[in-house]
């Protein structure tokens, strides 16, 4: 059973950083794509940034230039690393893990943004 276990999240001042972390354990499989997704109170769970095995990133247009996706593909863990944070950047952050065939979710970190 694949386990995927989020860290990082917190409170922190406007303008500040945050790092989160996630690992998938499990599979004796690499996957394929990892990436953070967010949902804000009242609103729909949207993508934050993916990055697949070769590399290759995608991030949503609220975020660029300000968070940062990487992954060590030899532990299958994940980085977001969340700079000059706004006070919509508040949500909880869920990181993704795709296999070939099988999709899994973390708990969730909150993420907290004040202003």
């Known amino acids: 059973q694949v386990q995927v276990v989020e860290s990082g999240g917190g409170l922190v001042q406007a303008g500040g950083s945050l790092r989160l972390s996630c690992s998938a354990s499990?599979?004796?499989?690499?996957?394929?794509?990892m990436g953070w997704y967010r949902q804000a109170p009242g609103k729909q769970r949207e993508l934050v940034a993916v990055?697949?095995?070769?590399?290759?990133?995608n991030y949503a247009d609220s975020v660029k230039g300000r968070f940062f996706i990487s992954r060590d593909n030899g532990k299958s863990t994940v980085y977001l690393q969340m700079n000059s944070l706004k006070s919509e950047d508040t949500a909880v952050y869920y990181c993704?893990?795709?296999?070939?065939?099988?999709?899994?979710w973390g708990q969730g970190t909150q993420v907290t943004v004040s202003s």
């Open positions: 993704n893990v795709r296999f070939a065939t099988q999709n899994y």
């Open positions: 499990g599979s004796i499989f690499r996957p394929n794509t």
């Open positions: 990055i697949i095995r070769g590399g290759t990133t």
